[in-house]
């Protein structure tokens, strides 16, 4: 195509495009370099591409499509071509769900409403042929009276008749867009659920999502909802959009977009305005950004005059600074900064600056019943900045609900009913690569499905083609395809989401789930059109406990024993393993000065900690079993704990004191 374009002078679109692989290509990397000779040449001459000498006119222009943000465009492309960034606004995001939105739910008023614009237009145009024709028959003239009286009367009944339905067709689709208005609480919600999830691939580009992915939930979420009320239906899209968000974020950035999301909410209920945000960033922030704003209002009025004196002793500097700007550039605060110092609200305002939890303490005057939660996050960020996270938890939780705010486990179970088959589903992991798959065959498991297991390990063609023989298979018959360290081969993943596409059939239960160390290099566009998930074990302590379930084989639930301390023998086995993994996360803090990065222990490890600890009380009640003692006095404690800080975890931890709390 690209030969034929040179040739004939014509243009050429490229859509998805890669920029490294496009660069990579001999023939586009030669006429992107020849850009001066097409917007300056008038004649055609002969050029070498690509080792062929070919005729080129200088009329061929060539456009490049590519889902990429600009930032990721590499230099030297940029340096050759113009770059336009073409991004959808959230009113357009807005506009497209809610046309999206009334033609699932309203497909009869979707049809009606097409058919009453063509039926508006076309009466619309006949008006104007009459009105067109009265007028010649005026200017002209006629040779008699009478025919030009008849056919004058006749074309103004034809005209009035044409108004009426004009004027009939027209209260109609003002009818149809009144419906079409009443779902727009939704359309609104999706749309600022999906201006987050944009907004988080400034953070990380691995974070880009496209918007055929992001529909596609849409879809899912309109599909099983209770359509019947609108609060319910932005309950579940919520939900669902917020779990398929965090999912696929690194544990460190996720109370970040929780923030986020929560702060865009607010916003698209009028209750977050300018300097807002920036002053829960910085209190100094807000102050300037409100004052950049003043000064292109049209009325520019000044900051509120307020006073410079400390109001009590004990307040702090940066607390009573703080309050200060609050007061003078936010109105709301102005009336309740000048009461502090009256009618004994110091105690009020002492138990908030001192209260070891000021997120959860009312604030004084009863000001919780006026402010938003927005309002009331900056008055605790400015009395107490060292609780600025806590309090931003607290408003998350106030905004989305606590309900939205604890899906952060993710169940695999319900992974491939939220997305489209064709679209694959990448495990994302850094260290356990053995993790992923076991979540993929837990899953399987649990739904009995057929999983079918491949290692990417040479990185060569015949290992890509054997995977996509796989998948075609996989996809007719409806089953799952797993295919390990899928970053060995980037053939496969240049050429996976084209291949996906074009599967003549796709049966609705067939899933492609690839596991991929995050760090490696893979191709971006591939990266923004699947669903990405974070497969890594969770950091964090809590999270660490949630994910315990997965780990509890029936080997280890099944040991023979009915003992009640069974169960916390295993809490306190897991406890153990999060505590280690948390020292190792902190590295050198808690008083050592050896590195703790290699105390790092994996899930195998947690496992086999779990069935030692079944094998022991599994044997115990054998020998109880078979008259022997109870088997209270068969389980060594001594014995068990030795095991596990020196068979299973003592490899671990070289540290004098690590080793003895270890042993505690």
């Not at 300056?40 to 889902?67: C, N």
């Not at 999206?100 to 076309?122: D, I, N, V």
């Not at 034809?158 to 027209?170: I, M, V, Y």
Request: positive net charge; contains cysteine; glycine residues 4%.
């Amino acid at each position: 195509e690209l030969f034929h374009a040179l040739m004939n002078g014509s243009t050429l679109l490229v859509t998805d495009v890669d920029p490294d692989r496009l660069l990579a290509d001999e023939s586009f990397r030669v006429v992107l370099h020849k850009r001066p000779f097409f917007l300056t040449s008038t004649e055609s001459v002969k050029m070498k591409v690509a080792q062929e000498e070919v005729e080129i006119d200088p009329a061929f222009r060539l456009y490049l499509h590519t889902s990429l943000e600009p930032q990721y465009v590499r230099p030297e492309l940029a340096a050759v071509t113009n770059l336009v960034r073409v991004q959808q606004s959230r009113a357009d995001i807005e506009e497209g769900m809610l046309d999206r939105f009334f033609a699932l739910e309203k497909p009869r008023l979707r049809t009606e409403q097409e058919a009453l614009k063509r039926e508006k237009l076309a009466y619309g145009r006949k008006l104007q042929r009459v009105e067109q024709h009265m007028l010649r028959q005026l200017g002209k003239g006629s040779s008699s009276r009478a025919l030009l009286t008849k056919d004058l009367l006749l074309q103004r009944k034809l005209f009035s008749e044409t108004k009426d339905n004009l004027r009939r067709t027209t209260r109609k689709l003002i009818d149809v867009l009144y419906s079409r208005e009443g779902y727009r609480e939704v359309s609104m919600r999706g749309a600022v659920l999906f201006e987050a999830c944009y907004a988080m691939a400034t953070v990380n580009p691995l974070y880009t999502v496209s918007h055929r992915q992001l529909m596609a939930l849409f879809d899912h979420c309109i599909h099983h909802a209770d359509r019947s009320s609108m609060r319910q239906v932005n309950e579940r899209l919520t939900q669902t959009m917020y779990q398929c968000t965090v999912r696929s974020l690194l544990e460190r950035d996720r109370p970040l977009y929780s923030l986020l999301l929560a702060f865009l909410l607010e916003e698209s209920r009028e209750r977050v305005r300018v300097g807002d945000r920036e002053f829960v960033i910085s209190p100094s922030f807000g102050r300037d950004t409100m004052l950049a704003a003043r000064h292109l209002r049209p009325d520019n009025k000044p900051a509120a005059a307020v006073s410079s004196k400390k109001p009590f002793d004990w307040m702090t500097e940066d607390a009573f600074n703080n309050l200060q700007m609050l007061a003078a550039h936010y109105p709301w605060f102005t009336e309740a900064y000048e009461r502090m110092p009256r009618d004994g609200r110091e105690t009020q305002w002492r138990t908030l600056c001192e209260n070891e939890a000021p997120e959860h303490c009312p604030l004084p005057d009863k000001l919780d019943d006026s402010f938003t939660p927005c309002q009331r996050l900056m008055v605790v960020r400015a009395v107490r900045g060292d609780r600025v996270n806590h309090a931003a938890r607290v408003f998350t939780e106030t905004v989305l609900g606590k309900r939205v705010t604890s899906l952060c486990t993710v169940d695999y179970t319900q992974v491939h009913k939220s997305t489209d088959p064709r679209i694959p589903v990448i495990l994302l992991y850094q260290q356990e690569v053995t993790v992923p798959h076991f979540y993929v065959e837990d899953a399987a498991k649990k739904l009995g499905m057929r999983l079918t297991r491949m290692i990417m390990n040479l990185g060569t063609e015949a290992e890509a083609q054997a995977v996509k023989r796989a998948i075609e298979d996989a996809a007719v018959e409806g089953y799952w395809i797993f295919v390990g360290t899928a970053h060995n081969n980037p053939q496969l993943l240049y050429s996976i989401n084209s291949f996906l596409d074009a599967l003549p059939k796709t049966h609705h239960a067939f899933q492609l789930w690839l596991s991929i160390n995050w760090r490696a290099h893979v191709p971006k566009l591939f990266r923004r059109n699947a669903m990405k998930i974070i497969a890594d074990p969770p950091q964090s302590l809590k999270g660490h406990m949630q994910s315990l379930p997965y780990y509890l084989t029936p080997e280890v639930l099944k040991c023979g024993t009915n003992r009640s301390d069974f169960p916390a023998v295993l809490h306190n086995i897991a406890l153990v393993h999060g505590l280690v993994n948390l020292r190792a996360k902190y590295g050198h803090s808690g008083g050592s000065t050896d590195p703790a990065a290699h105390m790092r222990c994996t899930t195998a490890q947690l496992a086999r900690g779990l069935k030692l600890a079944a094998g022991i009380f599994r044997d115990a009640a054998q020998i109880a079993a078979e008259g022997g003692p109870s088997d209270l006095k068969n389980i060594s404690w001594t014995g068990l704990r030795t095991q596990l800080a020196e068979t299973v975890y003592g490899g671990h931890i070289t540290n004098e004191h690590d080793r003895e709390a270890m042993y505690a």
